[in-house]
């Protein structure tokens, strides 16, 4: 821990670099790009340092982020992301995942960096709601659409205390990234499709703390989107709105996730319900747990959550799906799910449908414990609902996928070894179904 406070220390206090001393201009109007990448590049040169972004509004397309170089935004300073797609540079990453087979654009992009950070108390603004959603290659995170961050393949990865605001695609992206660090950063991100709010791919040592995310899609989002499995992975303290799933792993899982631990989270409604463009206006779920593509999630501990309305709190589901990360690597592994522990969660004005933990048949999930769980939910079935006939062991795994379930609490499919302690389902209209169904579950 000593050694990582000086490391952070000596990035963002040696020499500063000052971006209007480079020609940035303080006017929207005026693109900055060029001078904001000649200070960056100035800094790497000189063996690193702060480039540092006065108080003021500053227009830019695509920087790339060097080594030992910190990018320090004064109070009051914005950089806001260029309107025009031509500002934008393609980025095809050196690195072989289902997020990397074409072409991408960023706001601000590093690949193969170390010692690289974003800090101070300023903003980032993406303007995303300017780029439309297209369909490109097979994918709609293709050139059409900017994130605001990704970090490829990076080492000592520290983002702290800014505002992010307004990506036109997922906010932040760190793919294949070891050591990284995003503590206190606030994010708003409800202005276009796939506004997700961070998402850590495939990254090894991961530490989310303290940040307050309001998100239109997920919230925060493990994924594992190559082979390179996201372990070793710290969530705590933080505040999630989504209109989607606000705590959530997967659904890409090539490769999996292991050792995780997810503590003392809210997750809320968000106070702006102005504009909508997935999801629900409460969320779809609370915590998703997903192995769907032949990886494996194991070693997984979500404790003391708090959350108000969504739809159905709590998913775990192994499924078959069984997606390449590419085109020509076929899938010849058996998604694995097991050791997951989920307790001290009290969520109140959930809806009707209920939860579920589930696999499919031939492959249960095993090893999960719930315990110490109270949900208050909607209710209100006045009729018996049968088993899902459709089990749906190849689609997109979404809490609601099946509808109304059978059980108000939760329904239990294709498990092995599951036990519930101390679980209360609460519901506030009369509601004929069981708080549990259990099916091929032992």
Request: glycine share 8%; aromatic share 6%.
């Amino acid at each position: 821990m000593i050694l990582a406070c000086i490391a952070a220390w000596s990035t963002c206090e040696a020499r500063d670099y000052v971006i209007t001393d480079y020609g940035a201009s303080a006017d929207t109007s005026w693109l900055s790009t060029s001078a904001l990448q000649l200070a960056i590049d100035d800094c790497a040169r000189q063996g690193g340092g702060r480039v540092v972004v006065p108080a003021g509004g500053y227009k830019i397309g695509s920087i790339f982020l060097r080594s030992n170089v910190c990018l320090w935004l004064e109070p009051g300073a914005t950089l806001y992301g260029s309107t025009n797609i031509k500002d934008y540079k393609p980025v095809k990453p050196d690195f072989l995942s289902l997020r990397t087979h074409v072409e991408t654009i960023q706001l601000i992009y590093a690949e193969d960096a170390q010692n690289v950070s974003i800090d101070g108390y300023g903003t980032i603004d993406g303007r995303g709601i300017s780029f439309k959603k297209q369909i490109l290659d097979g994918s709609d995170e293709g050139i059409a659409r900017p994130h605001l961050l990704r970090f490829v393949k990076c080492q000592n990865v520290s983002v702290r205390n800014v505002s992010l605001r307004n990506s036109a695609c997922w906010m932040q992206h760190y793919l294949a990234c070891d050591k990284v660090l995003i503590d206190g950063v606030k994010v708003f991100n409800r202005n276009n499709h796939n506004n997700d709010g961070l998402d850590l791919d495939g990254c090894h040592d991961a530490v989310v703390a303290n940040c307050i995310i309001d998100s239109d899609d997920d919230g925060i989002v493990l994924k594992s989107t190559s082979p390179r499995l996201c372990e070793n992975v710290i969530i705590s303290n933080c505040i999630v709105s989504s209109h989607c799933n606000a705590l959530k792993l997967g659904t890409e899982s090539s490769g999996g996730f292991r050792n995780v631990s997810i503590s003392n989270c809210i997750v809320k409604p968000s106070s702006d319900q102005s504009s909508r463009y997935f999801g629900l206006e409460h969320g779809i779920s609370t915590i998703s747990v997903e192995m769907v593509d032949g990886g494996v999630l194991e070693n997984v501990i979500v404790n003391n959550i708090t959350a108000q309305g969504t739809e159905s709190p709590i998913f775990v589901r192994l499924g078959k799906r069984n997606r390449p990360y590419a085109s020509d690597i076929p899938v010849t592994t058996t998604s694995v799910l097991r050791n997951v522990r989920l307790s001290n969660i009290n969520v109140s004005e959930a809806g009707a449908t209920g939860c579920s933990v589930s696999g499919v048949p031939g492959i249960p999930v095993k090893d999960i414990i719930l315990s110490d769980i109270h949900i208050t939910m909607k209710g209100g079935v006045s009729e018996k609902i049968a088993l899902p006939a459709d089990e749906k062991e190849n689609g997109y795994p979404e809490a609601t996928i099946w509808g109304t379930l059978p059980a108000k609490g939760f329904m239990v499919r294709h498990a092995r070894n599951v036990k519930f302690r101390n679980v209360e389902i609460t519901a506030l209209n009369p509601d004929v179904r069981p708080d549990y169904v259990y099916d091929d579950a032992e």
